[in-house]
């Protein structure tokens, strides 16, 4: 179980900004969006004192953040015995260009929550975080799909991280480039960039009477507005 959380979440020595501190945001609105919205979380501890980082699908229920896996899974397996981890999103909105190169920067939108995870060992957890997961990935999905059996759920790790520690990080607006080189004559400006689902594409061996779900007709990621 994770502890009642403040909002905004105090902020420690180590989710304190101090570079672009205007940035950063500690309040549960913005990180939970944020980690709403992001496809991919990459979640990073140390094994005997080395940096490992995986690219991992994650859910969010309250101020927990599930990540599962095959229960061979080094990272699970790793983090469920209690060592800490840091797992960060983000969300790029645009390639900022500046007539230096020096200035080029991005419009982004990340997060990064500390922790220390825990196995979720409960079935019933186990499964409600499951359904998370999948439904972070495409809202719908896990009403429209068969649930783990028994040895599913067996052969699946989910841990859990308290979203108690963690920052937001965001970057908006066009690029600055210094006074002397605004009248160079480089294009300057900000070229958006989003995640957009395309047209679905039927499996090779989907029954003729299987129609198109309402949540594949548009599908948009949760508070991406579109
Ligand atoms: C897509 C993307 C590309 C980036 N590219 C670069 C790059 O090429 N070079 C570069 O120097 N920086 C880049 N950044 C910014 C980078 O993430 C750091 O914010 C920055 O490097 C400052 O690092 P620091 O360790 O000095 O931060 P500090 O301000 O010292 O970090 C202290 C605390 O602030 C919080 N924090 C810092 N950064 C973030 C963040 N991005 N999201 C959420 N919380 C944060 C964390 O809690 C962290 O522990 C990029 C960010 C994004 C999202």
Redesign the pocket.
């Given at each position: 179980m994770t502890p009642d959380t403040p909002d905004p979440l105090d902020v420690t020595a180590?989710?304190?900004?101090?570079?672009?501190?205007e940035r950063?945001h500690h309040d549960r609105a913005t990180i939970d969006a944020i980690l709403d919205e992001a496809l991919v979380c990459h979640v990073g501890f140390a094994v005997e004192g080395r940096p490992w980082v995986v690219p991992m699908l994650h859910g969010r229920d309250g101020d927990r953040l599930y990540l599962h896996g095959a229960v061979g899974n080094h990272l699970l397996r790793s983090l469920a015995t209690g060592v800490e981890a840091c797992a960060?999103v983000?969300l790029?909105d645009g390639l900022v260009l500046a007539r230096s190169a020096f200035h080029h920067s991005?419009n982004?939108?990340?997060?990064?929550v500390?922790g220390t995870p825990w196995l979720v060992d409960d079935d019933q957890e186990k499964r409600a975080a499951l359904d998370v997961i999948v439904d972070h990935v495409l809202p719908g999905r896990a009403d429209d799909s068969r649930p783990a059996s028994p040895r599913e759920l067996e052969l699946t790790t989910v841990i859990g991280i308290p979203i108690t520690e963690?920052?937001?990080?965001i970057?908006t607006g066009g690029p600055v480039d210094d006074e002397e080189d605004v009248a160079l004559g480089h294009w300057a400006g900000v070229l958006p960039l989003e995640l957009r689902a395309g047209e679905p594409i039927p499996a090779d061996d989907l029954a003729d009477d299987v129609v198109l779900p309402a949540y594949l007709a548009d599908p948009r990621r949760p508070g991406s507005g579109r």
């Open positions: 180590r989710t304190r900004l101090r570079r672009h501190a950063g960060t983000t790029i991005v982004y939108r990340s997060v990064m500390f963690a920052s937001a990080k970057r």
